[in-house]
């Protein structure tokens, strides 16, 4: 029996060392595993950085994925999630040519459509940045592509769980030592 595929994030906690994101992504690479996204950042604890990896793969691979990352000397602890466990988003910019925000109706439309928000004009561009789901930011892609984007820039995925996760109090106590 074939186990199905999913999408699933996998939250590390870890200290803060030089080379370790090395470390964590030669995991996935020895195991052929793409990584779909990634963003690492200061977690609830200070002194403890979080990561937060996408993947698309079996369940049983993810299980032995983060029991792998957890052998990592820095890393405290690592938990992963399916889809539905967590609330996530993406953010993501669009530069695009001035003229078109003043002299094509239809930008106008898909930017208030989009919920995107313009953060900078000037002569040359305006920027837009937009979060939510990446199906989302896809289509609002799509959307503007036809007038011509100047630069795109898209964040990995953010993500914290529907339920209440106990390693703020083990994080805590590691800080603590």
Do not use: W
Request: aromatic fraction near 8%; glycine fraction near 2%.
């Amino acid at each position: 029996m074939n186990e199905e595929i999913k999408s699933f994030t996998i939250s590390i906690y870890t200290e803060n060392h030089i080379g370790l994101l090395n470390r964590i992504s030669a995991i996935f690479q020895r195991r052929h595993i793409n990584i779909e996204s990634l963003t690492t950042s200061q977690s609830e604890i200070e002194g403890v950085n979080r990561f937060v990896i996408v993947v698309n793969m079996t369940e049983t691979n993810t299980v032995k994925i983060v029991k792998q990352i957890e052998k990592q000397v820095e890393t405290i602890r690592a938990y992963y999630h399916e889809e539905e466990d967590t609330i996530f988003t993406e953010s993501c910019m669009f530069k695009i040519k001035s003229d078109l925000l003043f002299n094509e109706p239809q930008i106008q439309n898909i930017i208030k459509e989009s919920s995107a928000r313009i953060v900078t004009v000037n002569k040359e561009f305006f920027v837009l940045e937009k979060s939510g789901r990446r199906n989302e930011i896809e289509s609002l892609r799509r959307d503007l592509n036809v007038f011509g984007i100047m630069q795109f820039v898209r964040s990995g995925r953010i993500a914290v769980t529907k339920e209440q996760m106990k390693i703020t109090e083990m994080l805590t106590a590691f800080n603590n030592q």
